[in-house]
């Protein structure tokens, strides 16, 4: 900046360094955007690992809970066979 600065008295140069200090802070701005998108990207990120653990706890006790109503359905075959067995 300090190049631009001594430039600043050329009127042959006031143009360009006119346009330079646009283009500087569009750049400025883009880049300090990038940084807060790659940040809530991280964030994202973060929040879809904690939520594939929750979801694969949830699966997990789902399955337990299924081979429970299945074990469930087997004794109560098992029984109502006894049951009718005792009653013959």
Do not use: P, W
């Amino acid at each position: 900046m300090q190049t631009l600065e001594s430039i600043v008295g050329e009127y042959g140069l006031e143009r360009f360094r006119a346009e330079f200090d646009k283009l500087y802070y569009t750049l400025k701005r883009v880049h300090d955007n990038e940084l807060r998108l790659t940040q809530k990207c991280r964030q994202l990120n973060d929040s879809i690992a904690d939520n594939v653990g929750s979801v694969s706890a949830v699966l997990q006790m789902t399955q337990e809970e299924e081979l429970a109503n299945v074990q469930i359905r087997q004794v109560n075959r098992y029984f109502n066979k006894i049951q009718r067995t005792i009653v013959i």
